[in-house]
């Protein structure tokens, strides 16, 4: 093997070590974690707000693709798929796969 070929596996052993001794930390720990404590609930709140700010990110200054749709076309079907998800009972099926539809057609027939 090549120098080049046995980094990269090494990469890989020592990347796929951390993310599973993380994972096994995780579930041995997850025994005495009560999921309705103030610290869970706060976790829970924090995992949240960074969520909506990537996606706020995402949908004001996109990049790549996406950047070629008008901030409004963007906009509107947030507001649609919004819509859809309270109507189907929190399915969030529905909303991405027909955000996704309805951005590519108002962004090519508008």
Known sequence: ????????????L??????????FLGVVSSEKIDAKSKIFRWFNCIAYSILAALIA????FPAG?????????????????IIIFIISKKNLVYPTVLSAILLTLL????
């Not at 020592?14 to 994972?23: E, G, K, Q």
């Open 107 to 110: 962004n090519n027939y508008l």
């Open 14 to 23: 020592v990347t796929s070590f951390a993310t599973y001794l993380s994972r």
């Open 1 to 12: 093997m090549s120098e080049m070929s046995s980094n990269i596996i090494l990469v890989i």
């Open 65 to 81: 693709v996406l950047e070629e749709a008008d901030l409004w076309l963007r906009l509107i079907v947030i507001i649609i798929s």
């Open 57 to 60: 990110r995402i949908v004001i």
